[in-house]
């Protein structure tokens, strides 16, 4: 199982930069590489923050990563938002 | 820290849950195989969760690509660096990577990624649920004022939106790390021609500009 699951990651991560690394690429490839950074970045946020498992959850983890954001949002300060949302998530969950 | 309790609880020895972590070193995928032995699957099915879990690297993959020089072999060992938390730093809001930052936090975190294990699957009784300490908010903050950072354009916002719209809705209905791929293809929005021109502008100002 253990080598199993390491077959399969080392392929993933191996297949795009196999398939498409070391060379340029035409303007409309570009356009949409630009592009996955924001999609990916926000599926992660809404997959992990407003679900737990395969179930639409909202808990003390969405406050509290609500309030990172909006730290992070106001300040610009990435540290601020890491630090903030645990903090407030644990508070949350301890009251 | 918490794969190594949940590894253990989940029937693996502390020496295979440590050994998977240096191996395999995709967290998600890692949970995903672990939860299905602990619901009693099989090993089959353990690596086809963790291989859709890691679905994602395919974007994520062919995104840093073009910043990658070298032989295939080269290349695709690079590849491996690919954590999400790594990439999303690593990334450029013109599309480009910067490798050395993406290596370096990569190997911060497999050093962090072992560790973290090794002292869950072995002292995991004694430190109680990361759950707790609220970690479990860390990661989603992190990539969230990432996106705060990268999402500066108006086009850039709209995918974004779209992105998480797409990963809500599949949540619910497709097996876990599909949500994540499929909203990926938000960013086919770049095709239109209005996102090409945006990108063929920058590019000539960058060639005037040197």
Known sequence: MIAGCALVTFAIK??????LGGRELPTWFTSVVVLLAPALLAALVASQALADGDRLAIGADTAGVAAGGLAAWRTGSIIL????APAVTAVLRAL | MSFGVVAQQAGLSQLETIVMSA??????AQFSAVAILA???GAGAAIAAAALMNSRFLPMGVAFAPSLRGGPLKRALQGQAVVDASWALAARPDGSFDRMLLFGSSAAAYVTWVTGTAIGAVWGGVLGDPEDLGLD???PAFFLA?????ARSGRARGVAALGALIALVLVPLAPAGVPVLVASFAALIGLT?????AVLQRQEAEGEAR
């Open chain 1, 14 to 19: 191996a297949a795009g930069p196999l398939a």
């Open chain 2, 39 to 41: 619901q009693g699957g």
């Open chain 2, 146 to 150: 990432l996106l705060l950072n990268e």
């Open chain 2, 23 to 28: 191996i395999v070193f995709a967290g998600s």
């Open chain 2, 137 to 139: 908010a860390l990661f």
């Open chain 1, 81 to 84: 938002c890491v630090l903030l």
């Open chain 2, 193 to 197: 021609r209005g996102a090409r021109e």
